[in-house]
T-cell receptor
């Protein structure tokens, strides 16, 4: 059990469509980060949410947006899907003390395939 | 550019062989360093982490890593690998000024029985 729950586990979408991925953080964690992991690559940071606001953003276009709810759960939205958006999307939760090196807890991910 | 580099893309070893996976980073200042493992079909799991103190860090499953500040390196080691160590290994850095972690491209380890 990862402690971080992501849904759905797999998703197939058509180019141009929109998708919403969901994440429930580990109990006690208040910060959610989203990563994109393309096949054969390391996870690439998309953005991080804390206190319902985007705290930091990686090098991803505005088509990628997110939200954090009062219960700390989070959504990742991707608009106007491109074939290149096909990847494993990982959610990671942590406490606000990440800067002290406590590390993340990762979910199992959502495998998005864009056709 | 700031980055995390893992030098080996794919490593193949026989059981009982020793393992060393390289990781270098280019961030300045005080960094926090991590090694994660991803077994086939499973989520990323923390192997070990370093944020201060003894530069030789011991993690789970017999893994250890050494932080060498002068070389900007954090190499992962294991004296004797097992078939069950077959997995993808990722080095990650939490750098000053960043709330996130930056990952290397990963090293795929295959251990032959």
């Amino acid at each position: 059990d990862a402690g971080v729950t992501q849904s759905p586990t797999h998703l197939i979408k058509t180019r141009g469509q929109q998708v919403t991925l969901r994440c429930s953080p580990k109990s006690g964690h208040d910060t959610v980060s989203w990563y994109q992991q393309a096949l054969g690559q390391g996870p690439q940071f998309i953005f991080q949410y804390y206190e319902e606001e985007e705290r930091q953003r990686g090098n991803f276009p505005d088509r990628f947006s997110g939200h954090q709810f009062p219960n700390y759960s989070s959504e990742l939205n991707v608009n106007a899907l491109l074939l290149g958006d096909s990847a494993l999307y990982l959610c990671a939760s942590s406490s606000a003390h990440i800067a002290r090196g406590y590390g993340y807890t990762f979910g199992s991910g959502t495998r998005l395939t864009v056709v | 550019a700031q980055s995390v580099s893992q030098h080996n893309h794919h490593v193949i070893l026989s059981e009982a062989a020793s393992l060393e996976l390289g990781c270098n980073y280019s961030y300045g200042g005080t960094v926090n360093l991590f090694w994660y493992v991803q077994y086939p079909g499973q989520h990323l799991q923390l192997l070990l982490k370093y944020f201060s103190g003894d530069p030789l860090v011991k993690g789970i499953k017999g893994f250890e890593a050494e932080f060498i500040k002068s070389k900007f390196s954090f190499n992962l080691r294991k004296p004797s690998v097992q078939w069950s160590d077959t997995a993808e290994y990722f080095c990650a850095v939490n750098a000053p000024g960043f709330n996130d972690m930056r990952f290397g491209a990963g090293t795929r380890l295959t251990v032959k029985p």
